[in-house]
């Protein structure tokens, strides 16, 4: 699976705002951003399957998403939940 285009302007100066390990992390904060309308590029390894122990694909990665600096308290704001995940413990 090849990792997202950048769109970005070349020139622009950038901020990494995620540091990811897995390409569900990566599609998640990409598709946050690109609904945002936050241009981002990611940087890093590309995807790669690894098969599980249930012979399951999980494909790891380490990528890290930048976005221009005018855009980097937007985008922290976005992918937090994706960072710092919490746990919902309610019981329904």
Do not use: W, Y
Not at 7 to 25: G, I, Q, R
């Amino acid at each position: 699976m090849p990792a997202p285009e950048p769109k970005v302007d070349p020139t622009a100066e950038f901020a990494s705002v995620l540091e990811v390990h897995d390409s569900f992390a990566l599609r998640l904060a990409t598709a946050t951003l690109e609904e945002a309308g936050v241009s981002f590029m990611v940087v890093g390894e590309q995807p790669r399957d690894v098969t599980g122990l249930l012979g399951g694909s999980l494909c790891k990665c380490h990528s890290v998403i930048q976005v221009a600096r005018e855009d980097e308290k937007e985008a922290r704001e976005l992918l937090a939940p994706i960072e710092n995940p919490e746990p919902d413990f309610s019981v329904e």
